[in-house]
């Protein structure tokens, strides 16, 4: 069997299949758990929250209690676009609560975000019409290692290095290169331009007036701004600033059931202007045929009244804030006298560590750590593609020196694992680098 | 917005777009029915079986009685390869049932089989490292119009022409062409060999000679065969003949629970040798990160068991076959005294109907038929890529001459839907040619 370009670059070892491996790896602990119980820091999978379960597990009696809506549901395809009802509330939710000029032609939903963001990049870069190659710019690396290798075409990811600020002794925070966004913008053809806010994997948060001038920067090149909402408002809301959400007719908004506890329904949904919106629906027609509904028919009703605002409000927010607030003080007094850094966690599942000059790189770091039984990310993982110079992200150094954790862990994984880390980054320092 | 050439492509108002273009709008029927009440006999919708939605929706429940269970298969990500449980019961119900040498590591789980043929045949299509274009080779045109559209490369589908043989004074029977399909494995590099069985649009099922011979050919060069099994055993078995199921690892079998009554989980099958199920998986991750497991999770014990292949002998196929008996019968006698044949109906849920020397195109018949409410699928929508000798195949006149319909609509449609055929068949008989 010979494969295509295509099958080449979509079965290369990288990234975030090597990952996957090494997660397939740790879910088969403790069979061969030698360094002590597995501490899973890695991996993005969002907190059992009772609460949250409650809900959705009654919801799903709801929808069984009525038979024929039950046979319904389960036995009729969806369109490639979504349930009408469910892109209708959704519309209706983000027009009263934030006056957004959207309806049900604006609203796509997937089987999960990532392959509405796969869809997008590649209708957006590689080769157009007139021959020349479009690229997706991140105005500020590092970014979701989900999206590195999902590009058709190569080297096809033109990125900045932000600005990082040290606040206090403990904390920094990334900002993003506005200036030098704009001047990838004047050179050349850029089909979009892709943040995630919150930002995965380092817990950064964009201002407002950081989106702000994204968004007239996308207007005035005529490029949408997609803006990976995972993690953001108003669900699942795991954000700690006041930072606001923002949608105008430049943005592709991507938003997901995912993290307010139905990963495993796959409901991606995409807010764009109609033009976008029709482009992605074709799109999933070809690929995927159609979107799983079920998820959307859980969901729905909690869209319409708005519960699911105080749901993200009052259960999940402050779940995750105060796993957060556990972890930061954790490390506060673990980390004592090294030069460890935490970005400002501003929102997300993560945590995202600088080892400050440490002597060992990222994945040396994280294969001792492994040999513990602790799984964390490498911080090389999330550096993907070209500086506007066209040096490589994964040449640059900061992130060598950073890991991902996942804080949503449960309370024993989690402190016993950052002690692991904080006993492992001491040996580190303490050594000659090799 | 400038798309790329990938998003050009993808977003083309052809074949699948402007079919569910038209479903969309039929859907909203009866809101503007100046024809008369629908008649559905467009679209892929599988019937809604009683016995059949009472399994699934007594799944649910079990799953929903099991508080912790339930939160555990809602809350959490799938890997990219799908549920290590079901991999492994289906695997074994194939190795019981046939004798396959297959274990979970030649089973991937996807959303929906549609991606998953996208994926194959992307990995098998296009340039490859050598710069040589690899095509996909179709031993037998008509084909699934779900495929038309879904190479990401242009011109890579390459066809045969079949052998029809009349049988009797109302039945046809394509043959697949396996000296053209050898003569263009041997004159050009061919990246997969792809054929649905039973056949849509045509209700055929290759037979097993036929089969043998295409999958000597296929391990013969190297080149997978891709067997798109969405309607056959052993589930949703709706297969009328004696035509048994074929693996071998040189077969890349794709499977669905669409058609067994659960087309809003997007849940699809692969069962491939490794290599094959490796790259799959690969793709899936990065494109779709995880595979949903409700439908997993749903089907698995019965698949264990071995009860999915009782609900299929004994509920699916009857309901399927009953149907199909009748619309044989009322076309019978409908199209009595006009040239009209019809497929022999060995499998799937549609019929093809041949209205030979039809002085109307099938596009023109379709536009009748929907003026009067009865939806239908245009033949030529089956009829894409090119021939080996370089014709199109959407100007081979035979598909123009065919519909498509789907029996398993409920009965009143089928009936009335029939008759409104019938008529406006022989007035267009009746007229001469413009």
Same mark, same amino acid.
Request: proline share 6%; charged share 20%; net charge neutral.
């Given at each position: 069997?010979?494969?295509?370009?295509?099958?080449?670059?979509?079965?290369?070892?990288?990234?975030?299949?090597?990952?996957?491996?090494?997660?397939?790896?740790?879910?088969?602990?403790?069979?061969?758990?030698?360094?002590?119980?597995?501490?899973?820091? *890695?991996?993005? /999978?969002?907190?059992?929250?009772?609460?949250?379960?409650?809900?959705?597990?009654?919801?799903?009696?709801?929808?069984?209690?009525?038979?024929?809506?039950?046979?319904?549901?389960?036995?009729?395809?969806?369109?490639?676009?979504?349930?009408?009802?469910?892109?209708?509330?959704?519309?209706?939710?983000?027009?009263?609560?934030?006056?957004?000029?959207?309806?049900?032609? /604006?609203?796509?939903?997937?089987?999960?975000?990532?392959?509405?963001?796969?869809?997008?990049?590649?209708?957006?870069?590689?080769?157009?019409?007139? *021959?020349?190659?479009?690229?997706?710019?991140?105005?500020?690396?590092?970014?979701?290692?989900?999206?590195?290798?999902?590009?058709?075409?190569?080297?096809?990811?033109?990125?900045?290095?932000?600005?990082?600020?040290?606040?206090?002794?403990?904390?920094?925070?990334?900002?993003?290169?506005?200036?030098?966004?704009?001047?990838?913008?004047?050179?050349?053809?850029?089909?979009?331009?892709?943040?995630?806010?919150?930002?995965?994997?380092?817990?950064?948060?964009?201002?407002?007036?950081?989106?702000?001038?994204?968004?007239?920067?996308?207007?005035?090149?005529?490029?949408?701004?997609?803006?990976?909402?995972?993690?953001?408002?108003?669900?699942?809301?795991?954000?700690?600033?006041?930072?606001?959400?923002?949608?105008?007719?430049?943005?592709?908004?991507?938003?997901?059931?995912?993290?307010?506890?139905?990963?495993?329904?796959?409901?991606?949904?995409?807010?764009?202007?109609?033009?976008?919106?029709?482009?992605?629906?074709?799109?999933?027609?070809?690929?995927?045929?159609?979107?799983?509904?079920?998820?959307?028919?859980?969901?729905?009703?909690?869209?319409?009244?708005?519960?699911?605002?105080?749901?993200?409000?009052?259960?999940?927010?402050?779940?995750?804030?105060?796993?957060?607030?556990?972890?930061?003080?954790?490390?506060?007094?673990?980390?004592?006298?090294?030069?460890?850094?935490?970005?400002?966690?501003?929102?997300?599942?993560?945590?995202?560590?600088?080892?400050?000059?440490?002597?060992?790189?990222?994945?040396?770091?994280?294969?001792?750590?492994?040999?513990?039984?602790?799984?964390?990310?490498?911080?090389?993982?999330?550096?993907?593609?070209?500086?506007?110079? *066209?040096?490589?992200?994964?040449?640059?150094?900061?992130?060598?020196?950073?890991? $991902?954790? /996942?804080?949503?862990?449960?309370?024993?994984?989690?402190? $016993?694992?950052?002690?692991?880390?904080?006993?492992?980054?001491?040996?580190?320092?303490?050594?000659?680098? $090799?």
């Amino acid at each position: 069997m010979t494969l295509s370009s295509f099958g080449d670059k979509f079965t290369r070892k990288t990234g975030i299949l090597e990952l996957m491996e090494d997660l397939a790896e740790a879910a088969a602990f403790p069979a061969d758990a030698s360094g002590g119980p597995l501490c899973m820091l *890695g991996g993005g /999978n969002p907190a059992r929250i009772p609460e949250v379960e409650r809900v959705w597990r009654s919801r799903m009696g709801a929808l069984l209690a009525d038979e024929a809506g039950f046979g319904r549901l389960v036995g009729a395809y969806d369109s490639a676009d979504g349930m009408s009802a469910f892109r209708s509330s959704l519309a209706s939710l983000f027009k009263k609560e934030y006056g957004w000029e959207v309806g049900p032609e /604006n609203v796509c939903v997937t089987n999960g975000s990532q392959i509405a963001v796969w869809y997008l990049l590649n209708l957006l870069s590689g080769p157009d019409a007139k *021959g020349r190659r479009r690229r997706i710019l991140f105005p500020l690396m590092p970014e979701y290692v989900g999206y590195a290798d999902q590009a058709v075409h190569e080297d096809v990811f033109v990125s900045c290095k932000p600005r990082i600020e040290l606040s206090g002794d403990f904390h920094f925070k990334y900002y993003a290169d506005l200036e030098g966004a704009e001047a990838v913008l004047r050179s050349e053809p850029i089909g979009g331009i892709l943040v995630s806010r919150p930002t995965n994997p380092s817990g950064n948060v964009l201002t407002d007036a950081e989106v702000a001038r994204l968004a007239a920067l996308a207007a005035r090149y005529d490029v949408p701004l997609i803006t990976d909402n995972a993690y953001g408002l108003p669900f699942p809301g795991i954000v700690f600033t006041e930072a606001a959400p923002y949608w105008d007719p430049s943005i592709v908004l991507s938003m997901s059931l995912s993290k307010i506890g139905l990963p495993s329904t796959r409901t991606g949904i995409i807010v764009a202007r109609k033009e976008i919106i029709a482009a992605l629906s074709a799109t999933n027609a070809i690929a995927s045929l159609a979107t799983g509904t079920i998820g959307q028919a859980i969901a729905e009703p909690l869209i319409a009244s708005g519960e699911i605002l105080d749901l993200s409000r009052n259960a999940v927010k402050p779940y995750y804030l105060a796993k957060r607030d556990k972890a930061l003080s954790l490390m506060r007094s673990l980390f004592a006298g090294m030069p460890i850094r935490v970005h400002q966690s501003e929102g997300a599942i993560f945590m995202w560590l600088w080892f400050d000059g440490l002597p060992i790189d990222s994945r040396e770091l994280y294969r001792r750590l492994k040999a513990r039984s602790v799984m964390v990310l490498s911080g090389d993982y999330f550096s993907f593609g070209s500086f506007a110079d *066209g040096t490589s992200c994964s040449a640059w150094d900061h992130p060598r020196r950073c890991i $991902r954790i /996942n804080y949503s862990s449960p309370d024993d994984q989690v402190e $016993r694992g950052l002690s692991i880390i904080a006993e492992e980054a001491r040996k580190a320092y303490g050594e000659k680098p $090799r």
